[in-house]
C-alpha cells in the first residue's frame, strides 16, 4: 500500500536532500542483487533518518536490522565527530556487502557491525544510546523495545519501521491469521500506552513510529 500519491512522492523527493553517491549505488545494487529490496530505506526515509541523527546530535546509535547498509549510512551521516553506530543483523550473508559500502561510504571507522541476534547482542552493548532504530523481524519489536529502553538516555528517541504493514493493521482478517501484522499491532497499542515515552505514529513510507524516552 502506498501512503501518497507517487506524484506527490517524486515532487517530494525531488525537493529533499539528494542521497549520495555510495547511497545511490548501494540502492541499485540491493534492487538488482538482493532479495526482498523493497525492505531497503528508500531516498526519504533515509534523509529523515539521517535528518533525526543530525537533529539530536547523536553520539551512539543502535540500529536493529543492518539488511544491506543503507539506513546505517543515513543514520552515521550525522553522527557527531567521535560518534558510534552499533549495528546488528541476523543474516550473516548480509555483512560483507553492507561492510564494503560503509568503507566506500568512508564510515568504518564509526559504524560497528554485530552478527547474531539482537536480543543475545543488547545486553553486552556498554552504550547510553541517543538514538535506536528498529527495523528487524516484526515479531520481536516488543522485545526489542523493552531491551533498549533501559539503554536509552532520558530525552533519546527509538523509531521502529514498518508499523503500518502495508495497511494490514487495520485488516481484521490479517490480524486473526497473520503473525506480524498482530505484532506489530500489539507493539502500537503498547508503546502508545507506555507513560515511559511519547509516542507519534508517521504515515511515512509504511509507518514509523517515533518515540521519546520520558
Given at each position: 500500500?502506498?501512503?501518497?500519491?507517487?506524484?506527490?512522492?517524486?515532487?517530494?523527493?525531488?525537493?529533499?536532500q539528494e542521497a549520495s553517491d555510495v547511497l545511490k549505488e548501494l540502492h541499485r545494487y540491493?534492487?538488482?542483487?538482493?532479495?526482498?529490496?523493497?525492505?531497503?530505506?528508500?531516498?526519504l526515509q533515509g534523509r529523515f533518518l539521517s535528518f533525526i541523527s543530525q537533529f539530536i546530535q547523536a553520539n551512539n546509535i543502535l540500529e536493529i536490522g543492518t539488511y544491506t547498509g543503507?539506513?546505517?549510512?543515513?543514520?552515521?551521516?550525522?553522527?557527531?565527530?567521535?560518534?558510534?553506530l552499533h549495528t546488528i543483523e541476523i543474516n550473516k550473508e548480509l555483512q560483507e556487502q553492507a561492510l564494503t559500502y560503509f568503507e566506500k561510504a568512508q564510515l568504518?571507522?564509526?559504524?560497528?557491525?554485530?552478527?547474531?541476534?539482537?536480543l543475545d547482542i543488547i545486553p553486552n552493548l556498554d552504550c547510553t544510546f541517543d538514538l535506536v532504530f528498529i527495523d528487524a523481524d516484526k515479531e520481536n519489536y516488543a522485545h526489542y523495545y523493552e531491551a533498549v529502553l533501559?539503554?536509552?538516555r532520558k530525552g533519546g528517541v527509538i523509531i521502529a519501521?514498518?508499523?503500518?504493514?502495508?495497511?494490514?493493521?487495520?485488516?481484521?482478517?490479517q490480524l486473526d491469521k497473520d503473525i506480524?501484522?498482530?505484532?506489530?499491532?500489539?507493539f502500537n497499542k503498547k508503546v502508545h500506552q507506555d507513560n515511559r515515552v511519547q509516542n507519534l505514529l508517521l504515515p511515512v513510507r509504511d509507518g514509523l513510529m517515533?518515540?521519546?524516552k520520558n
Open positions: 500500500m502506498e501512503f501518497i500519491d507517487k506524484n506527490l512522492n517524486d515532487y517530494a523527493e525531488n525537493h529533499s540491493t534492487y538488482a542483487k538482493v532479495l526482498t529490496p523493497r525492505m531497503l530505506s528508500g531516498h543503507y539506513s546505517a549510512i543515513c543514520l552515521a551521516e550525522g553522527l557527531e565527530k567521535d560518534g558510534q568504518n571507522n564509526k559504524i560497528h557491525m554485530h552478527i547474531g541476534h539482537a533501559p539503554k536509552l519501521d514498518n508499523v503500518l504493514w502495508s495497511g494490514k493493521v487495520l485488516d481484521q482478517n506480524e501484522t498482530k505484532a506489530l499491532d500489539a517515533l518515540l521519546i
